[in-house]
């Protein structure tokens, strides 16, 4: 028998879905970044279900997705695979799980053979393919099957579309939060002055028109590679991203002639896999390729990706940025440097480096003009906090006349949008409900949390928002930060940015006006004022004073 060991977000992920299929939300979504073990947990998942007793599909839209998910569930679980794919059936086998392949799937001739309630659980290996009619027609064939598909982080278009499909999202681990707990390595970014003009490129199924692209693309290939050489990208392992097949063999033409050792691969190339193991083994510097490497390819060695072929999908960003996000403690990698140049669009939805970490359009546009602006490698989770507050700091300037009323109204409770301002969270600030059961109204228990916490809860318009809220809450909570009842007591006295205080601050200070018969103590100005940064014990079990 196979056995891994779920890491700690893994197995936090695994009692998510299984806690939301327990609740009755039989259609639910799990959010890892590539390189975080997907295929882990769900295979954990399919094993609790046929511990159970149950039956379990893989779903995916290739081949390669399908030979690795089966390995990587044997793997992990020790539980053998059933193939469900052109000539191959699970007939007869009694393997109960069966990784299948949608194109096949779909198919009326091969749904028949089963009845409708053969599958207990069918997971969904990159979901975000799962809107389209050939998932939607296994779906429907299986009405019973509690469903979990697996995705990257998706934007808010992502989640809207999805929603048609999925009931709610069981888990979600961030970017930044796994390059934080050192799975993923660090991604610098870095705006290259190249302007490439893409107004001329027509859209095709929703995103930039390859054909176009390639043409738009082809007067600046030699610029690019000059600037790959002022990026140090000889001295990198560098995966780059074009259109079109005969765009990226040119391209490999004009790398070899600037001093690269470059390859390409394509989906016709022969010594595909000949190719990829001598990129591997560090024998190319460069690998050009047209979409062949968005899934399914494993290099942890890359630590230089470049997108030439731009995208309005975040899903296609994602895998395209991942293939270099792996960590190599064995080849030195530090970090992954993501070269991005100046896209000139008359779109405004075109995916860049700052959506990779935030969902927010108000943030990822700051942070795009603050990269554009440093013409540095820039770390992209310092960048993300720098372009938060900096969008904090100009909607407060905008609400400042309101946030003032707020400050000073008499209310025991506290409003939403001065907590959202004080605190600093643009994502709260910004948010907007995409999933069915986020734009429902707020339930009587998410109320009754809310308003315990201090939370003003008739101003939150919806169930999505008042559970960011009490995440946020729990967060704060965990992190031994000031409470909202907290935060406002302090803001109506004049001290600023107190949604940033430690608990143990906001407690000591609150104490002092309190023996200073609810006077400001001498010598303390508000305006000016900043907390000591206590020590980490002495936040610990600090107790709030009554009634604060």
């Not at 490999?252 to 690269?260: Q, S, V, Y």
């Not at 809310?450 to 992190?479: M, N, P, T, V």
């Not at 002092?512 to 004022?529: C, E, F, L």
């Amino acid at each position: 028998m196979g056995g891994m060991e779920l890491r700690p977000y893994q197995a936090a992920a695994v009692a998510a879905v299984e806690s939301e299929w327990e609740g009755g939300r039989g259609r639910t979504l799990l959010v890892l970044p590539t390189g975080c073990g997907k295929t882990v947990v769900f295979a954990h998942v399919a094993k609790d279900v046929v511990d159970g007793g149950g039956r379990v599909l893989v779903l995916a839209h290739r081949g390669e997705l399908l030979d690795q998910a089966a390995d990587k569930i044997a793997a992990a679980t020790g539980l053998g695979c059933a193939v469900e794919k052109a000539g191959r059936t699970s007939e007869g086998e009694w393997f109960r799980v069966t990784v299948g392949s949608v194109q096949s799937m779909m198919r009326e001739s091969r749904l028949s053979r089963f009845p409708h309630d053969w599958f207990d659980a069918i997971v969904i290996d990159e979901a975000h393919h799962a809107v389209s009619d050939s998932y939607r027609a296994v779906l429907d064939w299986f009405p019973g099957a509690r469903v979990l598909g697996v995705t990257a982080t998706p934007d808010r278009a992502d989640r809207r579309n999805l929603g048609a499909v999925f009931d709610s999202v069981a888990y979600e681990y961030t970017l930044p939060a796994a390059i934080r707990d050192g799975y993923l390595c660090p991604i610098k970014a870095q705006t290259v002055p190249l302007q490439i003009d893409l107004s001329a490129v027509r859209q095709s199924a929703g995103d930039f028109s390859a054909g176009d692209l390639g043409t738009a693309l082809d007067p600046y290939l030699f610029q690019i590679a000059d600037e790959m050489l002022a990026a140090g990208c000889l001295e990198r392992r560098t995966v780059v991203f074009l259109p079109l097949v005969a765009t990226s063999r040119k391209f490999r033409a004009i790398l070899e002639k600037k001093g690269f050792r470059a390859a390409e691969v394509n989906g016709e190339s022969e010594d595909r896999a000949e190719v990829l193991a001598d990129f591997d083994a560090g024998r190319y510097d460069v690998l050009c390729n047209s979409m062949l490497l968005t899934e399914g390819w494993d290099c942890p060695a890359v630590d230089c990706v470049i997108v030439l072929r731009p995208t309005r999908s975040n899903s296609l960003y994602q895998q395209m940025v991942g293939r270099g996000t792996r960590l190599s403690p064995e080849t030195g990698k530090k970090e992954l440097l993501l070269l991005d140049f100046l896209w000139h669009t008359e779109r405004h939805d075109l995916c860049r480096p700052a959506h990779l970490v935030t969902s927010t359009p108000e943030v990822a546009e700051k942070m795009t003009e603050n990269l554009e602006a440093a013409g540095c490698p820039a770390d992209l989770e310092d960048a993300e906090r720098q372009a938060s507050a900096d969008v904090v700091a100009q909607r407060e300037e905008a609400v400042k006349k309101e946030l003032e009323a707020m400050r000073t109204r008499k209310r025991k409770l506290v409003d939403p949008l001065q907590y959202e301002l004080s605190i600093g969270s643009a994502d709260l600030a910004g948010y907007e409900p995409s999933m069915p059961w986020e734009m429902a109204p707020m339930s009587d228990r998410q109320r009754a949390s809310l308003e315990k916490a201090g939370i003003f809860a008739d101003e939150i318009e919806c169930a999505g928002k008042a559970s960011l809220i009490l995440d946020k809450l729990a967060k704060r909570r965990a992190e031994g930060l000031a409470t909202p009842k907290q935060i406002r007591f302090l803001e109506q006295r004049g001290f600023l940015h107190a949604g940033q205080w430690p608990l143990a601050e906001a407690s000591k200070m609150i104490g002092r006006i309190q023996a200073n018969n609810w006077h400001m103590p001498p010598n303390v100005d508000p305006a000016s004022y900043v907390p000591p940064k206590p020590k980490k014990e002495s936040q610990q079990g600090a107790d709030e004073p009554l009634p604060w």
